[in-house]
């Protein structure tokens, strides 16, 4: 029983360790209740929320700036789903952005990644919680399973798990939830194929059609892409060509993932075509996130250019998609498979596949390849995402490094430190120099700023060598002393976690959308409408959404195109001019915003130097037309005078006609109008018109029309009195439904198939 229970605890120990580690990062989570979420930028930054100081003497401290996508897109895109899953419905349509959007098809959503049930179970904010912990904790394990499969010992497998769970592209991903998800199942479909080598057996690739169809799922569409390309590398790379059974396999598996995925693929095609994605020029303006040259000294020093939770980030484009930190021991890893590339086996795959990875996040000929020959999927994309191919590669090489020290010699271990201090003689040399020719021109506001950011490249190479220093030591003395080794596991995580716990906010529950007065306000209208507000700090893009508020405004890289067009020309007056994935309005325009549903508006009140609070709403806003209802101390919500209901009867010209339409349900998929009509030609519902919704008038099925763009209408001529169902059966999301059940059933089939045919041996 002993021995079996000493069997059973060392199977354990690494999952337990892994685990262990997490629990330690996340201990604010666990511990004292802090949420992984940027609710502090929220709270801190916008109003209305900023006129409360949330329990603090001051006011919220805002810790990180750049990531205010978590609380404008990815947490209330969660909760909506969890919302849709109690209520048995599909969340294919949300009323809450652009007057109605399909959510479903937008592949960052990732509603059908099954880690989303944690908010069903535990709730919107803990649930939460627990997708951010999941990434990590998964992530390590599974590739702890992948480097085990291909021999590397228990403790430089730990190693090489933490450095892929913690580095810095998983950190920087991990309050999106979806990246963080693909990096789970990347070692799994490489541990299937590399299974099927060894044990000289097809079957274990059955494995990559659900794999494939859980990395869809995670909603980040480059690590798809990417997945794809490194396993069908990794395949050919070792499995022979001539082994046709495998490679077969490989690829009519992968064929029926994609059957599998077609509930989400199909959706997210038919958007792609009538979204602003091809034509939103966002990240053209920032050289496609391709990094200048100088950016190789953030692969030891991340914060050479600062930091945005230290406020002095002076870089390139934006911190979290401009990383490529995986650790000084990581990067230490790297050079040891450049040196020693001839000695290694399996490992050589990994060193090309960084390598190549690292030319496509710069600014090479490669690189600028991907945007001007346009690759499908990843032209539209920031180079930076190349990340998860990066850490996966380096994590390997750690592992191995760390597996061969006790093999190499005084020498060689020298010659692999050289790299790394070369860099960082190099990132100080270049500051210092810099900050002498500065203060030897004299001074100007400009100079000053140079010698600041040049400080703070100084600043921060120090930790990088302290820890290239600390690393190099441990290796030399480990040559002698065994078990030094092992204390190394604790400077990676030292390491790691000290780029993590610096970039990562946690915070109390109180900051995750709370109520306002503001809000509570709009909310205590039970009827329907939509809100909107002046281009500023208040209420940025959807987090209305968190509160169950609905706008004509939003912000999506899948902005509908002809919605994104029309809200330009009628709202903002603009007839010309690029599509943007922003819909903000530039001026106040009450008969305009009328048309589109809008019934308040929330605007900031400053004084007559422009200083927030006040009591002067902007000159674009005319008081006779909008009136104060509600004020707190720095925002007025204002009511509209032209509002117009979400259902009315119109002419041919699209003016207001006799009669009346009265919404008697409005759910996400599902609208029903009773209407009584006098002379009006059609009932217009202002809802985008978007292919998928049907509608019926009095049980007959009628055509639904987009001459009164970009809402719907449906023609009511000669018909006094009765109900209009608008109903969201988008035939893309049902043709994908019955693909996927389709290969769902091939794919158990040929499973059990070869299930009975191994029985019967």
């Known amino acids: 029983m002993h021995k079996k229970i000493k069997h059973i605890f060392v199977k354990l120990f690494p999952i337990l360790f892994l685990v262990g580690v997490a629990v330690t990062f996340y201990w604010k989570f666990f511990f004292k209740g802090l949420i992984p979420f940027p609710g502090d930028l929220m709270v801190?930054?916008?109003?209305?929320?900023?006129?409360?100081?949330?329990?603090?003497?001051?006011?919220?401290?805002?810790?990180?700036?750049?990531?205010?996508?978590?609380?404008?897109?990815?947490f209330p895109w969660k909760v909506e789903f969890a919302k849709s899953y109690i209520n048995h419905q599909w969340p294919l349509w949300s009323?809450?952005?652009?007057?109605?959007?399909?959510?479903?098809?937008?592949?960052?959503?990732?509603?059908?990644?099954?880690?989303?049930?944690?908010?069903?179970?535990?709730?919107?904010?803990?649930?939460?919680?627990?997708?951010?912990?999941?990434?990590?904790?998964?992530?390590?394990?599974?590739?702890?399973?992948?480097?085990?499969?291909?021999?590397?010992?228990?403790?430089?497998?730990?190693?090489?798990?933490?450095?892929?769970?913690?580095?810095?592209?998983?950190?920087?991903?991990?309050?999106?939830?979806?990246?963080?998800?693909?990096?789970?199942?990347?070692?799994?479909?490489?541990?299937?194929?590399?299974?099927?080598?060894?044990?000289?057996?097809?079957?274990?690739?059955?494995?990559?059609?659900?794999?494939?169809?859980l990395v869809v799922t995670s909603g980040h569409f480059q690590g798809l892409v990417y997945t794809a390309v490194i396993s069908i590398a990794y395949i050919i790379f070792r499995v022979k060509l001539n082994d046709t059974k495998k490679i077969i396999t490989f690829f009519v598996c992968s064929f029926l993932a994609i059957g599998l995925s077609a509930i989400q693929l199909i959706p997210?095609?038919?958007?792609?075509?009538?979204?602003?994605?091809?034509?939103?020029?966002?990240?053209?303006?920032?050289?496609?996130?391709?990094?200048?040259?100088?950016?190789?000294?953030?692969?030891?020093a991340p914060d050479f250019f600062g930091n945005p939770t230290t406020g002095n980030f002076w870089g390139f484009y934006n911190y979290h998609e401009t990383i490529s930190y995986f650790g000084i021991f990581g990067f230490v890893a790297?050079?040891?498979?450049?040196?020693?590339?001839?000695?290694?086996?399996?490992?050589?795959?990994?060193?090309?596949?960084?390598?190549?990875?690292?030319?496509?996040?710069?600014?090479?000929p490669i690189g600028r390849a991907i945007y001007i020959y346009k690759v499908p999927f990843l032209s539209t994309c920031a180079a930076g995402r190349i990340g998860i191919v990066i850490l996966f590669g380096v994590s390997i090489l750690t592992s191995s490094f760390l597996e061969n020290i006790q093999k190499m010699t005084i020498k060689e271990i020298f010659k692999i430190f050289v790299f790394p201090v070369m860099f960082i003689v190099l990132g100080v040399t270049i500051p210092f120099l810099s900050n002498m020719y500065y203060k030897s021109s004299g001074l100007s506001s400009q100079l000053a700023l140079e010698i600041n950011n040049d400080y703070v490249a100084l600043r921060n190479m120090v930790v990088p060598l302290?820890?290239?220093?600390?690393?190099?030591?441990?290796?030399?003395?480990?040559?002698?002393?065994?078990?030094?080794?092992?204390?190394?596991?604790?400077?990676?995580?030292?390491d790691l976690f000290r780029f993590g716990w610096k970039y990562l906010p946690f915070v109390p529950e109180s900051y995750i959308f709370p109520n306002t007065e503001v809000t509570d306000y709009i909310k205590s209208d039970n009827t329907i409408f939509r809100i909107d507000k002046e281009r500023g700090e208040v209420l940025p893009p959807n987090t209305w959404m968190g509160y169950g508020m609905m706008s004509p405004s939003g912000f999506d890289p899948l902005a509908v195109t002809n919605y994104v067009k029309a809200y330009r020309e009628d709202l903002n007056g603009y007839t010309a001019g690029s599509v943007s994935r922003y819909s903000e309005i530039d001026r106040v325009n009450a008969e305009a915003l009328g048309k589109y549903n809008v019934k308040y508006l929330l605007a900031i009140k400053r004084n007559e130097k422009y200083e927030i609070p006040g009591d002067i709403l902007s000159y674009k806003i005319d008081e006779n037309e909008w009136s104060r209802v509600f004020e707190t101390k720095s925002v007025a919500v204002l009511l509209n005078s032209k509002f117009q209901e979400r259902a009315r009867i119109i002419d041919g010209d699209g003016n207001d006609s006799k009669g009346s339409a009265d919404i008697v349900s409005y759910e996400s998929n599902k609208v029903i109008v009773k209407f009584s009509n006098i002379d009006g030609e059609r009932l217009l519902l202002a809802d985008t018109y978007y292919p998928g919704w049907v509608a019926s008038i009095n049980g007959n099925k009628t055509k639904i029309g987009d001459e009164n763009r970009p809402f719907r209408t449906v023609d009511i001529r000669?018909?006094?009195?009765?109900?209009?169902?608008?109903?969201?059966?988008?035939?893309s999301f049902?043709?994908?439904?019955?693909?996927?059940?389709?290969?769902?059933?091939?794919?158990?089939?040929?499973v059990i198939f070869q299930a009975i045919k191994k029985a019967s041996r």
Request: glycine share 8%.
């Open 44 to 74: 801190g930054a916008y109003f209305p929320w900023l006129d409360y100081k949330w329990g603090n003497a001051v006011g919220v401290a805002v810790k990180n700036t750049f990531i205010s996508d978590i609380f404008s897109a990815f």
């Open 334 to 364: 790297l050079i040891y498979g450049l040196l020693f590339f001839k000695k290694l086996s399996i490992e050589r795959f990994f060193v090309i596949s960084t390598i190549i990875g690292l030319l496509l996040q710069f600014d090479t």
């Open 95 to 213: 009323p809450l952005l652009y007057s109605g959007y399909p959510l479903f098809a937008n592949f960052n959503s990732g509603y059908l990644n099954p880690f989303n049930l944690l908010l069903v179970i535990f709730g919107s904010i803990d649930g939460w919680s627990l997708m951010v912990f999941s990434q990590p904790v998964f992530s390590m394990i599974t590739m702890y399973s992948y480097l085990r499969t291909i021999n590397k010992r228990m403790y430089p497998a730990l190693v090489g798990s933490i450095v892929y769970g913690f580095g810095g592209f998983a950190m920087t991903w991990s309050q999106y939830v979806n990246a963080g998800f693909v990096m789970i199942w990347l070692p799994y479909i490489l541990c299937a194929i590399e299974l099927s080598k060894i044990r000289n057996n097809y079957k274990y690739l059955f494995a990559l059609t659900p794999l494939f169809f």
């Open 268 to 300: 997210t095609i038919e958007l792609l075509k009538r979204s602003v994605r091809f034509d939103d020029g966002m990240i053209a303006g920032e050289n496609y996130g391709l990094l200048p040259k100088q950016n190789l000294i953030t692969l030891v």
């Open 466 to 494: 302290c820890l290239v220093f600390t690393f190099f030591i441990f290796i030399l003395i480990s040559n002698r002393i065994v078990w030094v080794k092992y204390l190394l596991i604790f400077i990676v995580l030292a």
């Open 734 to 750: 049902y043709i994908g439904l019955l693909v996927s059940g389709i290969s769902f059933g091939v794919w158990l089939g040929l």
């Open 718 to 731: 000669g018909i006094k009195e009765g109900k209009v169902v608008f109903e969201y059966k988008p035939k």
